[in-house]
């Protein structure tokens, strides 16, 4: 039930309405969560995307990067995945 | 239902080119999403005052009647000041057109807050105009403040329908200051969110509440006013924390000078 696509959608649609209003300490807890809990989650990449493009400014960003929440969760999903694999969760 | 191997890389690699797309049509994107949001932006912000309003159900008679009466009392003392000030004020701006200064060269651009600085890490505020819908030139650089007399930052970018202010809290970012009355020299360093450091000698006299101003723009502004000041015995330096006059969480509107 959490990995089918209706779900993967109403998480993806989740992060945008939470980019939109939520503080981004609490949008960057979300992802983290969503990451841990969803396989494969790549299509959190688009939130990074939305992030940067409302947020992001060439003047501040790291390196003067615009899309530097869109590369950081590209390289975090696999990234986390494969730390998943070496983790064990009891439920 | 967990992604087949094939799908997954499927998935990735569209969304590898949607990021190159993105890349390319960076600047139209921003367009595009600042209008999709809006609308559920300014939805957002009308809710969000409906449901304070109605959360005041709850509060109790006794504790609003306090209140009510503090504030009452604050009212009537800042009444009280604004007299004063106005006077003052007025003998100012004499004072200043006597000797060839002039407080403003050009009335500012009024724009509504869409997004605040707590919604990103980088010190960004969203507001609602743009080149496609301003009323007058204005430009990346120029000077934004709040309450007519409270430097924020500056345009960092506009585009068709919104524009993002730079803030000067903006970690590490360095602007020169005088402080109180005597207008001690210092150089104030951002921390976020409004917030500035100063270092000092300890020796140096500053009291809680005096105002910090920017006199290096021409007309004379105030960046914040000292929140807190930490001083060691065993340390010769003192630091002062800056913070704004008013909660810039409940910012609505900026005024954009363009210069």
Known sequence: MWQSIPARVGYLLFLLGAVLFLPWWLVALLVLILLMVVNHFYEVVAAGFFFDVLYGSPQFLPWRFPLFATIGLLLLVPILEKIKKVLIFYA | ?259
């Open chain 2, 1 to 259: 239902m967990t992604y087949h191997p094939a799908n997954r890389y499927l998935v990735f690699g569209l969304l590898v080119f949607l990021l190159l797309l993105g890349l390319i049509l960076f600047k139209n994107a921003t367009n595009i999403l600042v209008t999709v949001s809006k609308p559920f932006w300014l939805v957002g912000d009308y809710w969000g005052e409906k449901i304070y309003t109605l959360s005041s159900i709850f509060v109790s008679k006794t504790r609003l009647l306090l209140e009510n009466k503090k504030l009452r009392e604050t009212v009537a003392a800042l009444e009280a000041k604004l007299v004063n000030y106005e006077l003052l004020a007025e003998d100012l701006t004499t004072l200043r057109e006597d000797y060839g200064r002039n407080r403003e060269a050009e009335q500012p651009i009024i724009a509504r807050v869409l997004s605040n600085v707590w919604q990103n890490p980088y010190d960004i505020i969203l507001v609602d105009v743009g080149w496609g819908n301003r009323l007058k030139d204005f430009a990346v650089g120029d000077l934004v403040r709040a309450h007519d007399t409270i430097l924020l930052g500056r345009v960092a970018a506009v585009d068709k329908f919104s524009s993002k202010i730079q803030l000067f809290s903006t970690p590490g970012t360095e602007i020169p200051v005088t402080i109180g009355r005597e207008a001690v020299p210092a150089l104030a360093v951002g921390r976020g969110g409004g917030n500035f450091n100063i270092t000092l000698p300890r020796s140096l006299d500053i009291a809680i509440g005096d105002p910090v101003t920017v006199p290096s723009f021409g007309v004379e502004v105030i960046l914040g006013i000292v929140g807190a000041v930490d001083k060691d015995s065993s340390n010769s330096l003192q630091t002062l924390y800056l913070r704004l006059p008013f909660n810039l969480s409940n910012l609505k509107y900026v005024a954009i000078h363009p210069s």
